[in-house]
């Protein structure tokens, strides 16, 4: 025999060789893949049966205990676990339920409350309030987390009933804020709002904190030190989470404007109108936080306002005035269950202190802003802040008109929008 037919022999054996491995291969592969669907379809088997397990249980633990059978109470006492498991759901739901609902101190609590409050206030050396979007709701701006609020409403699949903002002024609890400050008992606002309203009280900038920014400013963070523009509109229409241009031109040095809030998911960077500045000053030497119309949900989350770094007898004392739940509730020194203008009209009182009315000629918004140039007037769709004079010669249907139109888009509106889409859907 020739060595090329050994070689040949040994070229055939392997791949004999070969083939029987690929096809070993195949099979263990064939093997592997019905197995893993064998294991997929045996736990959506299994998820199936502790879906219907679960429902079962939550059906025969509705039912009266008179009314459970033989076989209801067998059933019940086999899934002990799913029974532990639905009855701490029960609770959570009912915990958060409890949460939600708003409580209101009858008129003689209220009044001692706010009693013992401004005995506080008189004797604090530095105060500082912190405020939410419920010092605005008499100013016709819904809040976010009430029973009525724009995220309650949308997580139930409502729309939102329709709110212009510029025609929103400072309540009675601005007022008194302001007021407050005048005559040194105040010394720092911190606000979660962007509604404008405390600036357009008065309230000085060194003063306040806007945490969250301010609808009626954008600013150039291009030039150096940033360029601030105030207008008399709603300067957040064209923009979001993330997308802060405002579509205007820097009259320095042409840049795009961008808007000032921030959006969930973001972290202000901006000097002003945030202050985070001013604020954790403010924080560190305050002996005593008011907080008016706030869940608290997100002011929380900023430790360098509420001084836990200090052992609990050196922290400033802090008092609440709202309606429902909040998670600073147990280590606050009093909770004042009752809306906020009722509560500052009570402590306006009993401090002897006039609460001013509001008056739009006075309004320093019409001082501060910058007017647009002629190329930009139709650079937005929003209604002006109406002058003194303006609106006293504005008619009546041009009110109303202006009552009916719904806010689209920017920092308030995107609830509105959102809240169509899914209706229209």
Not at 78 to 93: A, D, G, I, K, Y
Not at 168 to 173: G, K, N, S
Not at 312 to 325: C, E, F, G, M, T
Request: proline share 4%; aromatic share 6%.
């Amino acid at each position: 025999m020739t060595p090329l037919f050994f070689f040949a022999a040994n070229l055939a054996r392997s791949a004999s060789l070969a083939r029987t491995s690929m096809d070993a291969n195949t099979n263990r592969g064939s093997s592997a893949r019905a197995e893993r669907k064998q294991q997929e379809k045996a736990k959506i088997i299994q998820r199936e049966k502790q879906r219907q397990t679960v429902k079962t249980i939550s059906r025969l633990l509705q039912k009266a205990e008179a009314e459970r059978t033989q076989e209801d109470r067998a059933l019940l006492l086999e899934h002990q676990n799913t029974v532990q498991e639905l009855s701490r759901r029960q609770s959570r739901r009912a915990l958060l339920k409890r949460k939600q609902e708003e409580v209101f101190d009858d008129a003689e609590d209220l009044r001692a409350k706010v009693k013992q409050l401004a005995e506080a206030l008189q004797q604090a050396k530095h105060v500082v309030f912190y405020t939410g979007a419920g010092i605005s709701t008499a100013a016709s701006i819904p809040d976010y987390r009430g029973p009525n609020g724009v995220w309650t409403q949308l997580q139930k699949g409502q729309s939102v009933s329709a709110s212009d903002l510029s025609r929103a002024e400072p309540t009675l609890t601005h007022m008194c804020i302001w007021m407050l400050h005048k005559v040194k008992m105040v010394q720092h606002v911190v606000s979660q709002n962007c509604d404008g309203l405390h600036l357009r009280s008065g309230l000085p900038r060194h003063a306040l904190s806007e945490l969250h920014g301010n609808m009626f400013i954008e600013v150039c963070d291009c030039c150096s030190p940033v360029q601030e523009f105030i207008r008399l509109f709603d300067v957040t229409e064209r923009t979001a989470l993330h997308r802060h241009g405002t579509g205007r031109l820097c009259t320095h040095c042409r840049a795009e404007l961008r808007d000032t809030i921030v959006h969930f998911g973001e972290r202000g960077t901006l000097d002003q109108p945030l202050n985070w500045k001013g604020a954790s000053e403010a924080a560190q030497q305050t002996d005593l936080i008011l907080c008016l119309g706030s869940s608290l949900k997100v002011l929380k989350k900023y430790s360098c306002l509420w001084c836990m770094n200090r052992p609990a007898n050196k922290r400033p004392k802090l008092y609440i005035v709202n309606l429902q739940w909040t998670p600073k509730d147990n280590l606050a020194t009093l909770k004042i269950h009752g809306k906020c203008d009722a509560v500052m009209s009570l402590l306006m009182e009993e401090l002897g202190l006039q609460i001013p009315v509001y008056n739009r000629s006075q309004d320093p918004i019409f001082s501060l802003a910058k007017p647009l140039s002629p190329q930009e007037q139709k650079s937005h769709t929003r209604m002006e802040i109406a002058p003194p004079a303006a609106l006293q010669d504005a008619s009546p249907d041009t009110q109303a008109q202006g009552e009916a139109t719904a806010v689209q888009g920017g920092w308030f509106g995107r609830g509105y929008t959102k809240a169509r889409r899914k209706k229209k859907t």
